[in-house]
């Protein structure tokens, strides 16, 4: 089939009063479609239209068929792809492009989406785009019931503002004013909005500013301080990425919400769904502040009491909760102030250390939070407090010989989260001693056969490298030729596998 058959087959299809069935026109544009393999060229794409035009293709969506639907516009985003943005709204094309941004099917008002996309591409094009009777069907499209074409919407509008132009066209009263409009549709909508909102909020602490300034995050407020369960849940959520910046963090002080948040902590009545998810969601955003290295996390900490309350939740019942508590610690403490604040609280460390000698998917977390404490590193009073922080550890005959037992482990977690903590510990200067003075440990870690699992193998492979790269490794590793040996295990990688020569016996 030729290409210039093609498009007169095209064309046969797609005519209004054509007597083709749906079938025929779904194959005749598949075959068609087979023809135009990689980008096609404007040159291409211009010959095309002019035999068949672009109303033509959209003609066929007059038709409600899925199949038909779904060729069509995979046809025009083919065509048009090498189309500039002045060329998709020119006065010929600009009729279709309303007509799909108005569109009630996804895969067309997505198609439509798609080409507003172009805009981006100068800010010529931008400006046309922001000053057009487009912008505010794409800021519409945001309450589309797709989530998928929703979504498009809203990461176009917030690639938007991350220009100063599209800055101000986003804060512009036409704008707010729809923005404000959405809220008020539904709790699935609502939150769409809430999070492109808060998304170009914390792009900086001006644009924060202006959307505190323009009451765009009042009814957010509102949320969080909801009786609604899982409306604060997603409202808690939201207020990580809030939290990002300092603006962000005087805002929710503004508001009390930082008080009315913690405060949750103090609640006792852990039996009750609704206060145990919410409880893990609030320890989820502390530990969340704690990894944020902007915040000033010691201040809010003494002014609201966040240690104090974490530690009260160590001594939970509520095994949910109490597995959220010890990861925050581990959150906390994954830098060097939050390791120093939670090495201060002497209480806080011993409730945290009653639970080394959990079973289950508490040990793990355990595990995974000691790892993250191990893994702070940056002077030597750093390196001291990890060096106290081991000797904390209980065990017989030792820990580095405990942490062995724990990869032995039939659950996956508790074996992975020792090799986390193994690894953290050879970062430090003094774990790589405490490493090398053990025989049982290196013969250990360089024996191949004590690991058949592929995740543990890499772990392995990489706790080799970590000592392997000790500022003094070959002096350390010289005893009993373990520096050489190291070697040979990071030449041969991570996945050797030994080789058993067999014998082979003659019958008799």
């Known amino acids: 089939m030729s290409a210039a058959i093609s498009l007169e087959q095209v064309v046969r299809v797609l005519d209004p009063n054509t007597t083709a ?8 544009l ?4 087979s023809t135009l393999s990689g980008n096609l060229s404007l040159e291409h794409s211009a010959e095309i239209l002019q035999i068949v035009p672009l109303g033509l293709f959209y003609n066929g969506f007059s038709i409600e068929d899925d199949r038909l639907t779904s060729i069509l516009c995979d046809l025009i985003n083919t065509i048009l792809h090498p189309f500039l943005y002045e ?3 020119s006065s010929e094309n600009k009729p279709f492009l309303i007509q799909g941004l108005t569109h009630f099917t996804p895969e067309i008002r997505y198609l439509s989406l798609q080409q507003v996309f172009k805009c981006l591409a100068s800010d010529a094009d931008l400006t046309l785009m922001l000053s057009s009777d487009v912008f505010p069907l794409v800021v519409a499209s945001v309450a589309f019931q797709d989530t998928k074409t929703a979504n498009k919407a809203c990461e176009l509008l917030y690639r938007v503002a991350t220009t100063p132009v599209g800055q101000e066209a986003f804060f512009s009263a036409t704008c707010v004013t729809m923005l404000k409009q959405l809220l008020q549709i539904n709790g699935t909508i609502s939150f769409r909005v809430y999070e ?15 959307c505190e300034s323009l009451d765009l995050l009042t009814d957010f407020i509102k949320e969080l301080e909801s009786d609604d369960l899982l409306i604060k849940i997603n409202a808690l959520e939201l207020m990580n990425e809030i939290a990002a910046t300092p603006a962000g963090i005087t805002f929710l002080e503004k508001a009390n919400l930082l008080a009315n948040i913690s405060s949750v902590l103090d609640n006792e009545e852990e039996s009750d769904i609704a206060v145990q998810l919410v409880k893990c969601a609030v320890l989820k955003f502390i530990g969340h502040l704690g990894e944020v290295e902007t915040i000033d996390f010691v201040s809010l900490s003494e002014k609201y009491h966040l240690l104090e309350r974490i530690e009260k939740c160590l001594e939970t019942a509520n095994i949910e909760i109490l597995i959220v508590s010890l990861s925050t610690v581990g959150l906390i403490g994954s830098s060097p102030n939050g390791l120093k604040i939670i090495l201060q609280r002497e209480s806080l460390v011993s409730k945290f250390f009653e639970h080394q000698t959990s079973v289950g998917q508490v040990k793990a977390v355990f595990l995974q939070s000691l790892s993250k404490l191990f893994s702070v590193r940056k002077d030597q009073e750093i390196d001291d ?3 106290a922080l081991y000797k904390r550890i209980e065990a017989r005959p030792s820990a580095l010989l405990s942490l062995i037992k724990e990869t032995n482990q039939p659950e996956d977690h508790i074996r992975i989260a020792a090799f986390a903590v193994m690894q953290a510990i050879a970062s430090h200067i003094w774990g790589s001693q405490l490493m090398a003075q053990s025989d049982e440990f290196m013969t250990y870690i360089l024996n191949r056969t004590t690991e058949y699992t592929e ?9 080799i490298q970590t000592l392997a790269s000790a500022p003094n490794a070959i002096q350390l590793f010289s005893q009993h030729n373990h520096y050489a040996q190291l070697q040979v295990y990071i030449r041969q990688g991570a996945h050797y596998r030994i080789v058993e020569p067999v014998a082979a016996v003659e019958n008799s």
């Open 30 to 33: 598949q075959a068609f479609a």
């Open 455 to 463: 995740q543990g193998q890499s772990w392995k492979y990489a706790i």
């Open 385 to 387: 407090l990890t060096l």
């Open 87 to 89: 060329h998709i709204v």
């Open 21 to 28: 069935s749906i079938n025929d026109k779904i194959s005749t």
């Open 196 to 210: 492109l909102i808060i998304k170009v909020a914390v792009l900086s602490d001006d644009t924060f500013r202006e």
